[in-house]
């Protein structure tokens, strides 16, 4: 597998290289009224122009539309955080993914919060990736392991399995696993605690995780986008922006707040001009 190895553009083994973009997700979890997030998200899109990072809003469904319609023409994207497996139904109360269609490009699938508090399995997660990818929205799948299960050892097993199963669900739909997939690695013990894991352990899980989904079958591993999620602020983005497997953020508690996502995205865009700058010195056929 291809592995993306950029220390500094001198050191780049050009045969292994392959650009990323660098994406930035909002995640305002079950926060703001569709009376306030519009004005949210004005402010964020002023505080975050930055286009060479692909940045993505995911407000809660009652305000889809209202942060829809503030971010028009600002280059942000609006997604969802959560879709039923099922594309129509008796299922009271749920969102499916034909019901998207005009208001999310992107959504968040298999969240820890949801595998805690909704009791959603990988199989589950699989069904909704693959119904993601009937309805043409970019998902996110999220994976992560508990405290108990890094103490024990088992941190990249747990994610490894994560991924298989999730994987091997969705891949049972028409049309296969979505070479566009994100994976966001959220340590469940690093979300809403203030403690973040180590750049150095978030990196060697991105490789983890491109070597599990290498074996699912996901076409390109070398170009998944692999973010980390977790206590994300703007003071601790820059350890995880200096790993090169790291691809960007999945934000929590500090998505909320304009100044500190103007500080992450401003950070961002420095990997991102980076990795734009490699490409552009990069052989023909590498960028
Ligand atoms: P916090 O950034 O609040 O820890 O949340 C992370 C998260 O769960 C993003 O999906």
Redesign the pocket.
């Known amino acids: 597998m291809a592995k993306m190895r950029q220390r500094g553009v001198s050191a780049i083994a050009w045969d292994d290289w392959v650009m990323r973009p660098v994406l930035i997700v909002a995640?305002w979890k079950m926060n703001t009224t569709p009376a306030d997030a519009g004005r949210l998200a004005a402010a964020m899109a002023a505080a975050t122009d930055e286009p060479l990072v692909d940045r993505v809003i995911c407000p809660p469904f009652v305000s889809l539309t209202a942060v829809g319609e503030a971010l028009r023409g600002t280059g942000i994207s609006v997604g969802a955080q959560n879709v039923h497996a099922e594309a129509f139904g008796a299922y009271t109360g749920e969102i499916s993914a034909p019901m998207l269609a005009g208001l999310a490009t992107w959504c968040i699938v298999g969240?820890s919060e949801r595998r805690r508090d909704d009791g959603e399995t990988d199989a589950l997660i699989g069904r909704k990736l693959g119904r993601c990818r009937e309805f043409g929205l970019r998902a996110i799948l999220?994976v992560g392991e508990s405290l108990e299960e890094r103490e024990a050892g088992q941190a990249e097993s747990t994610v490894r399995n994560q991924l298989a199963a999730a994987l091997a669900a969705a891949a049972s739909f028409d049309g296969g696993l979505d070479p566009g997939l994100v994976v966001a690695y959220?340590p469940v013990w690093?979300?809403?605690t203030g403690r973040t894991a180590r750049g150095s352990d978030a990196a060697a899980m991105a490789d983890a995780i491109r070597a599990a989904c290498a074996e699912s079958g996901v076409a390109d591993p070398a170009a998944l986008a692999v973010l980390y999620?977790?206590?994300?602020t703007s003071a601790s983005i820059g350890e995880f922006l200096a790993e090169p497997s790291i691809d960007g953020a999945?934000?929590?508690?500090?998505s909320l707040k304009v100044d500190e996502m103007a500080g992450i995205v401003a950070r961002a865009a420095l990997t991102a001009r980076a990795r734009h700058a490699a490409a552009d010195l990069a052989p023909a056929g590498h960028a």
Request: charged residues 5%; hydrophobic residues 40%.
């Open positions: 995640n969240h999220c959220e690093a979300i809403g999620g977790g206590s994300v999945l934000v929590g508690g500090a």
